[in-house]
């Protein structure tokens, strides 16, 4: 005996319904699933305990296979792998002397790659009178018959001199959850490359131990749905490094080389991850001819690994390293969303007689940061001040953050906000210098992809547009805006107050800021930052359009307008329609976010 456990009977039938033992197991056959390479595979029930009570049946995968078949290399690998992770448990594992297989209907259950159907060998008494050697041999001949002559051709796979058969026992893979099954639905980029990543990683596992693996058996590999890793219930694709077989090899994902029947290596391996990948992307599998490359999707990157992991020229090929680092990178990198946006804009000095010329001042800052990474800059600033003072405290306000150059490490939420407070000073500063008796509001919006972070001064105005709703961002720095938090007056009554134009914060009006001075998300969302999503509408707007147009009027406005510029023009209609007895500036930024690929 070898280092198997215990033999079963001396004669085992393996027939549809029959009842066998295997080691603690009572097995019932249920069905034929097919000869893969050199061993037969097996759908069973595993039989309930006396002290089992549970009543959901629990199937299992029997394979059966000669000393010299693929369950013999598998045999050793498992035991140079021990408990990983993406492998099937073996459950029970048995040599046996004489195995019959019983299946009236076996030919009709053959997968196509080989399609000559084994001879039955049925259970009668003269069989059962035959000496365990001439069922060996018979059982040999049969199999023999069952494979094609391309394959291994004048070679019986399925027996040695020993006569003697490995019985291998596994859970069952979820029919629904098989590769095969993944394989028939559509999934996204990202989705298809975390799977041929978890395949490469196993491959790359396995050659760690001096093995390649050099196809796949997609039905029974399952995929887990939940985030787990796959786990692969057959091992007999793969063959020791170096190892040299008599005849050629075929099969799905085959490298084409393996028909001129060289030795086992690295490229083999390489070869099967990409034609997994190429058939994720393409639906189909790869044209195996060893002198036309197969077509591929110009999808940027995806197209350079299929080209060089599918090449006919083994050397070419990636390591089993490289190629998966290379779509963990891929994967990040389809991961990443582009962040686009549309601006509109619109000023006016309004229809006040005591106001003409505008002291708002506006801008905006787009750079592209690299590859992935957009930055927007979003600026409104309203001036106070007689004899010009205002509009040029607005305009020192808006040039000081366009201006600013943008900081390498410009990234996290925090890294922003102390940025843009950095600048709030900086803009301060300037202001009180060169302005007497004037300042400004302030209101910036900085957004990196779609994160956005604000910086706000004064009494202009930050509205956030988000699935049918409208928020407001900033604070109002102003003394009705605190008689209202106080609840001294309703919101109601602050419309008609008098003092409604005093303001508590400004830059320009004192030498430094104090801590706190300059409001970030954190006073109205407890947050430095939000994410934005697709089609996000981000309003920047000074006194003169809020206190006319109110923020449920703005809503409706952009909510039914046929573009951006055209709500914008629409709002700034309404204000002059009013009265526009203040300067009005309506800036409006759309966040568009799209796939990187």
């Known amino acids: 005996m070898s280092e198997l456990e215990n033999a079963l009977e001396l004669d085992v039938v393996i027939g549809e319904n029959r009842i066998i033992s295997l080691e603690s197991y009572p097995l019932k056959i249920l069905s034929y699933l097919g000869l893969f390479l050199d061993v037969h595979h097996f759908k069973v029930e595993i039989q309930r305990t006396e002290k089992d009570n549970s009543e959901t049946k629990e ?15 598998e045999i050793e690998l498992r035991k140079q792998l021990q408990e ?3 492998i099937a448990k073996i459950l029970a594992v048995s040599e ?22 084994i001879e039955v060998v049925t259970d009668s008494p003269e069989s059962d009178a035959v000496d365990d050697r001439e069922k060996t041999a018979e059982l040999g001949e049969n199999l023999a018959a069952y494979l094609e002559e391309e394959y291994y051709p004048e070679q019986d796979l399925y027996t040695d001199a020993s006569g003697t058969y490995i019985l291998l026992l596994t859970g069952y893979p979820e029919p629904t959850l098989t590769l095969e099954s993944w394989l028939q639905e559509n999934h996204s980029a990202e989705e298809i490359l975390s799977l041929v990543i978890q395949i490469c990683q196993c491959f790359s596992h396995i050659f760690q131990q001096k093995w390649c693996s050099i196809n796949l058996n997609t039905k029974q590999i399952e995929v887990n749905r939940q985030g787990k890793p796959i786990k692969l219930f057959d091992l007999t694709d793969a063959y020791p490094l170096d190892y040299k077989p008599q005849h050629g090899l075929s099969g799905d994902y085959y ?8 030795s086992i290596h690295e490229g083999m391996s390489c070869y099967t991850t990409g034609a997994l990948l190429y058939q994720a992307f393409h639906r189909m599998l790869p044209d195996r001819d060893r002198y036309i490359s197969p077509e591929i999707q110009p999808i940027p990157r995806i197209y350079q690994i299929l080209k ?13 390293a490289q190629l998966r680092d290379l779509l963990v990178a891929t994967r990040k990198e389809f991961r990443q969303v582009k962040t686009r946006w549309n601006i509109a804009s619109h000023s006016t000095v309004g229809l006040s007689t005591s106001r003409l010329q505008n002291e708002d001042n506006y801008g905006v800052k787009q750079q592209q940061l690299s590859d992935f990474n957009t930055l927007l800059l979003g600026v409104v600033a309203d001036g106070m001040g007689g004899m010009s003072q ?5 305009q020192i306000a808006v040039q000081t953050f366009l201006k600013e150059p943008i900081p390498e490490n410009l990234s996290t939420a925090e890294q922003c906000n102390t940025w843009l407070v950095d600048i709030c000073q900086k803009t301060n500063q300037a202001i009180a210098e060169k302005v007497q008796d004037g300042g400004t509001t302030l209101s910036v919006v900085l957004a990196i992809n779609h994160q956005l972070t604000i910086a706000h001064v004064g009494d202009s105005r930050i509205y956030h547009i988000h699935g049918g709703e409208i928020g407001q961002l900033s604070e109002d720095h102003s003394l009705v805006a605190l008689l209202v938090a106080s609840g001294e007056i309703t919101e109601e009554e602050s419309w008609e107050h008098p003092d409604r134009n005093v303001l508590l914060k400004s830059l320009g009006s004192t030498r430094n800021l104090s801590n706190g001075y ?21 309003i920047l707007c000074s006194d003169g359009v809020w206190d006319l147009v109110q923020k449920t009027e703005m809503l409706d406005i952009f909510s039914h307008a046929t573009s951006l510029q055209a709500a914008v023009d629409r709002v700034i209609e309404k204000v002059i329609a009013k009265g526009a007895s203040d300067n009005a500036t309506l800036l409006a930024l759309q966040c568009q976010i799209e796939s990187a690929y």
């Open 59 to 73: 199937f299992g995968l029997l394979r059966v296979g000669g000393l010299n078949s693929g369950l013999q290399r």
């Open 84 to 86: 990983y992770g993406m």
């Open 96 to 117: 046996q002397k004489s195995v019959s297989i019983d299946f009236p209907a076996l030919g009709s259950e053959v997968p196509d790659r080989t399609p000559n159907p």
């Open 255 to 262: 490298a084409p080389e393996l028909a001129l029947a060289p």
């Open 308 to 320: 060089i992991a599918l090449s006919p020229v083994p050397e070419e090929r990636f390591s089993l």
């Open 390 to 394: 205002g509009e040029i405290a607005s």
């Open 518 to 538: 300059v409001q970030n998300l954190n006073r109205t969302v407890n947050k430095l930052s939000i994410d934005l999503e697709n089609n996000d509408i981000i």
